[in-house]
């Protein structure tokens, strides 16, 4: 962060940048300031979306859909149910939009019977 600070500021002509200097020891303070605002906000971006989620923003985007925690669950599968459970729409009312609806709640019936209606 600081090599970028350096870059930023030496065409701007207004300091002498120099090593072991005042502005040297201030852009190096402002360096370490600002390379944690950029891992807090990294980490705010992957917890953001369900995709990169993980832990704690896993476990939020989960409970934001009515979820429960599931141990053992591969990451990836808890994943593709958050999405699946966003992604419901009126057009799921259908038989093949039921059994994506018993698979988003992480059920697994053992057989899949369909009943015919007589006509």
């Known amino acids: 962060m600081k090599h970028t600070l350096y870059t ?3 065409p701007l002509g207004l ?7 005042l502005i040297d020891a201030e852009l190096a303070a402002y360096g370490a ?7 807090a906000l990294e980490e705010l971006h992957a917890q953001a979306f369900v995709q990169t989620a993980y832990g704690e923003g896993l476990l939020r ?5 009515g979820l429960q ?5 591969a990451l990836h599968t808890r994943r593709q149910l958050v999405l699946y459970r966003l992604s419901t729409s009126p ?4 038989l093949e939009g039921m059994h994506g609806s ?11 019977k369909t009943r015919r209606t007589r006509a």
């Open 61 to 65: 985007h989960e409970k934001l859909v």
């Open 15 to 21: 300091y002498k940048l120099r090593q072991n200097s």
């Open 69 to 73: 925690e599931r141990g053992g669950v």
């Open 33 to 39: 300031g600002l390379s944690l605002v950029e891992q």
């Open 8 to 10: 930023l500021l030496e």
């Open 102 to 112: 018993v698979r988003a709640r992480a059920w697994t019936p053992k057989s899949w």
């Open 91 to 94: 057009f799921d009312f259908t």
